[in-house]
């Protein structure tokens, strides 16, 4: 429980790197969690046989109660007893089993937190290194600049694009107009 508070207390950023880069990397602390990993693994054979020893003395506990003899009140105390001692480990085991997850969990969770920090802070550090003002000051006014070149162009293109049309109207009405006025009948053809 110490070392669950210890890992979520709110430390300083240094602090917990240090401590984080010292758990993960010491060799001391490797042989350390070597221990404790055979140490779980027995606590996972005690919480099996727990569980094993809970159920035969329920089910001795049924079998008893399910007979209609003469009630033996030691015999029930020691039933009761086996059953609360049973029930006692299976509880300790399983609460220690689920706890080294939590740890477990809750270190890796804590270390991925660090080493992303680290990065954001390499990234924010390199993205301030570079001469943001001049460079991209320069390169933001050439852009748009190039941008309103590029509009005006467009708009010059549909006005010319619109006399154009209009032009062509005119020409076809004052063809018409001429041919109406001349007597010549158009022949598209030859035309």
């Keep these: 429980m110490a070392t669950f508070v210890l890992l979520v207390s ?22 350390l969690a070597y221990g404790v990993k055979i140490a779980f693994i027995f606590i996972t054979i005690l919480f099996v046989d727990a569980l094993q020893r809970m159920w035969r003395i329920t089910a001795e ?30 509880y300790l085991t399983g609460f220690c089993l689920f706890l080294s997850l939590i740890l ?3 270190f890796y ?18 993205t301030s290194g570079k001469s943001t003002g001049g460079d ?6 050439e852009l ?16 010319v694009k619109k006399q154009a049309e209009q032009n062509a109207k005119e020409y076809d009405r004052l063809a018409t107009e001429f041919n109406a006025k001349t007597g010549n009948i158009s022949d598209k053809r030859r035309d």
């Design 136 to 141: 991209q000051t320069q390169q933001i006014q």
């Design 109 to 126: 969770i804590l270390l991925d937190l660090i080493h992303t920090q680290e990065e954001y802070a390499k990234l924010k550090q390199s």
């Design 10 to 31: 709110p430390l300083p950023h240094v602090v917990r790197k240090r401590l984080f880069h010292f758990l993960s990397e010491s060799p001391l602390v490797a042989k």
């Design 61 to 90: 506990a049924d079998l008893t109660k399910s007979q209609q003899g003469t009630a033996d009140v030691r015999a029930e105390t020691n039933i009761a007893a086996r059953k609360f001692y049973a029930q006692r480990n299976v």
């Design 144 to 159: 748009k600049a190039k941008l309103a070149a590029a509009e005006k162009k467009a708009a010059d293109y549909d006005i």
């Design 104 to 106: 477990t969990r809750t």
